[in-house]
C-alpha cells in the first residue's frame, strides 16, 4: 500500500488549497479514506473520512465550511479542497485509509480505525 500526498505550501490567511492523495497497492474503490492532520508541537487530529463511493462524508466541527473531502475512484485519487485559511490550519495534512468502506469504524473508533498512512504534505499559513 502506498499513499502519496502532494498540494501543501505557503499560503497567506484566507486562501485556499487542494490537497491531493494518489493510492496504489489496494483496490482504492473498496476503503474509506481520511485526512488527518498534525500542527507544530501537537498531537494528531483527525480532519475528514469519506466513504469508498464518496457518498458519506465526515467532519471534524472546527473544519465545517471549510475543508470538502472528495475522491475520484477512476483516478485512485483523494481531495481535500481547504478554503479560509488560518494560520491554525498549519500542519502536516497526512492521508490514510481506512480499514472498512464505511466511514463507521473511524466515527466508532478514531485512528485506531486507519490502517495506512502516507508520509504527509505541509500547508503553512503565514502572511
Known amino acids: 500500500v502506498q499513499l502519496v500526498e502532494s498540494g501543501g505550501g505557503l499560503v497567506q490567511p484566507g486562501g485556499s488549497l487542494r490537497l491531493s492523495c494518489v493510492a496504489s497497492?489496494?483496490?482504492?474503490?473498496?476503503?474509506?479514506m481520511n485526512w488527518v492532520r498534525q500542527a507544530p508541537g501537537k498531537g494528531l487530529e483527525w480532519v475528514s473520512s469519506?466513504?469508498?463511493?464518496?457518498?458519506?462524508?465526515y467532519y471534524a466541527e472546527y473544519v465545517k465550511g471549510r475543508f470538502t473531502v472528495s475522491r475520484d475512484n477512476a483516478k485512485n485519487t483523494l481531495y481535500l479542497q481547504i478554503n479560509t485559511l488560518t494560520s491554525e490550519d498549519t500542519a502536516v495534512y497526512y492521508c490514510?485509509?481506512?480499514?472498512?468502506?464505511?466511514?463507521?469504524?473511524?466515527?466508532?473508533?478514531?485512528?485506531?480505525?486507519?490502517?495506512?498512512w502516507g508520509k504527509g504534505t505541509l500547508v503553512t499559513v503565514s502572511s
Open positions: 497497492g489496494f483496490t482504492f474503490d473498496d476503503y474509506g
Open positions: 469519506i466513504s469508498w463511493d464518496g457518498t458519506d462524508t
Open positions: 490514510t485509509k481506512s480499514g472498512a468502506p464505511d466511514t463507521a469504524v473511524v466515527r466508532s473508533t478514531g485512528l485506531g480505525g486507519m490502517d495506512y
